[in-house]
């Protein structure tokens, strides 16, 4: 056992420390990992869409014709419209396989557009950044039109205003759809919440955007709770906005890991200098990566007092 005792602190430092001629550095830009191997790309679920490859000539053309027809005809804001004929490939592929006239595509495509009503449902959810395989699903049995869809305009536009980008709403869409359907003024309490506890404008945006579920209801106190542990270790919201890379992150269990941390007895000062050393400790999985190594410990009789020593041996080694 004390042998497996010694072990522990090299293997920690081993895994937790990024080296350069056997030295570490912490205050390069190099991002530390907590652990040795690094991730895998995710699988993807299903194959997706083969891309689309429309001659240049002939995007620009139908893209022309679509923007005409959401904001002339259809009367969409002109941003709106204008984003959803540029950012919509699948959408207007199919669209052009229904004309035959190739000579004068943007003449063919009006003249279609006039006698078929399209389901504006399907470039819009394309254009905030999800695939066909992905909206399906979305699309509204009963409505072809947007502007008879208020509550997802109105919401779609608060976002957009408050700077997110408008290809990333469709995330947002997928994993909590029920911000773009919330009744006027609940989003704008839901992102003026933030501003409450100091936040900035810049790292709300990129938290809703990684983290979509801290709109709905009371989720987002949860990040306030890790916002306020961290603050009292000296961790500053700049360093919190670093470690955002668009993975989604799980705050109520970086809350309990926090919470757990701090019951193995180190001093706020140690908790803070280590966090910002060890970014991973915490950002990695949302800290399962941590619970599991401590979980592999505990399991050969390491006890809390040990682990304690274990963690503060990682504040110290620079």
Same mark, same amino acid.
């Given at each position: 056992?004390?042998?497996?005792?010694?072990?522990?602190?090299?293997?920690?430092?081993?895994?937790?420390?990024?080296?350069?001629?056997?030295?570490?550095?912490?205050?390069?830009?190099?991002?530390?990992?907590?652990?040795?191997?690094?991730?895998?790309?995710?699988?993807?679920?299903?194959?997706?869409?083969?891309?689309?490859?429309?001659?240049?000539?002939?995007?620009?053309?139908?893209?022309?014709?679509?923007?005409?027809?959401?904001?002339?005809?259809?009367?969409?804001?002109?941003?709106?419209?204008?984003?959803?004929?540029?950012?919509?490939?699948?959408?207007?592929?199919?669209?052009?396989?229904?004309?035959?006239?190739?000579?004068?595509?943007?003449?063919?495509?009006?003249?279609?557009?006039?006698?078929?009503?399209?389901?504006?449902?399907?470039?819009?959810?394309?254009?905030?950044?999800?695939?066909?395989?992905?909206?399906?699903?979305?699309?509204?049995?009963?409505?072809?039109?947007?502007?008879?869809?208020?509550?997802?305009?109105?919401?779609?536009?608060?976002?957009?205003?408050?700077?997110?980008?408008?290809?990333?709403?469709?995330?947002?869409?997928?994993?909590?759809?029920?911000?773009?359907?919330?009744?006027?003024?609940?989003?704008?309490?839901?992102?003026?919440?933030?501003? +409450?506890? $100091?936040?900035?404008?810049?790292?709300?945006? &990129? /938290?809703?955007?990684?983290? #979509?579920? %801290? =709109?709905?209801?009371?989720?987002?106190?949860?990040?306030?709770?890790?916002?306020?542990?961290?603050?009292?270790?000296?961790?500053?919201?700049?360093?919190?906005?670093?470690?955002?890379?668009?993975?989604?992150?799980?705050?109520?269990?970086?809350?309990?890991?926090?919470?757990?941390?701090? +019951?193995? $007895?180190?001093?706020?000062?140690?908790?803070? &200098? /280590?966090?910002?050393?060890? #970014?991973? %400790? =915490?950002?990695?999985?949302?800290?399962?990566?941590?619970?599991?190594?401590?979980?592999?410990?505990?399991?050969?009789?390491?006890?809390?007092?040990?682990?304690?020593?274990?963690?503060?041996?990682?504040?110290?080694?620079?």
């Amino acid at each position: 056992m004390k042998h497996l005792q010694k072990l522990i602190t090299p293997l920690i430092l081993k895994w937790g420390y990024v080296f350069n001629n056997s030295k570490p550095f912490f205050g390069s830009s190099q991002k530390v990992r907590f652990y040795a191997t690094a991730k895998k790309s995710k699988l993807k679920q299903g194959e997706e869409e083969e891309e689309c490859h429309i001659p240049r000539a002939v995007k620009k053309e139908a893209q022309a014709a679509l923007l005409d027809y959401l904001h002339s005809t259809r009367s969409l804001q002109f941003m709106d419209a204008e984003h959803m004929s540029k950012n919509s490939p699948f959408f207007l592929s199919n669209l052009l396989q229904r004309i035959d006239n190739e000579n004068d595509i943007r003449r063919s495509l009006t003249r279609f557009l006039r006698y078929h009503p399209i389901n504006e449902f399907e470039p819009f959810f394309e254009s905030i950044g999800l695939k066909p395989c992905q909206y399906l699903p979305f699309l509204p049995r009963d409505l072809m039109f947007l502007n008879d869809d208020h509550r997802l305009l109105d919401n779609y536009h608060i976002l957009c205003n408050y700077g997110i980008s408008r290809n990333k709403i469709g995330r947002i869409f997928a994993e909590a759809p029920e911000v773009l359907r919330y009744d006027s003024g609940v989003l704008d309490l839901k992102l003026a919440s933030f501003h +409450g506890v $100091g936040i900035d404008q810049s790292i709300v945006v &990129k /938290l809703v955007s990684a983290s #979509p579920y %801290l =709109l709905i209801g009371n989720v987002h106190k949860e990040f306030f709770q890790v916002v306020e542990e961290l603050k009292k270790t000296g961790v500053e919201y700049s360093w919190i906005e670093e470690q955002l890379n668009g993975d989604s992150i799980d705050w109520s269990h970086l809350f309990e890991l926090i919470c757990f941390l701090n +019951g193995l $007895g180190l001093t706020d000062q140690q908790l803070g &200098k /280590l966090i910002c050393q060890v #970014p991973g %400790l =915490l950002f990695d999985c949302s800290g399962r990566t941590t619970f599991s190594l401590i979980g592999f410990w505990l399991k050969f009789g390491i006890q809390k007092p040990k682990l304690h020593d274990v963690f503060y041996a990682c504040h110290k080694f620079q």
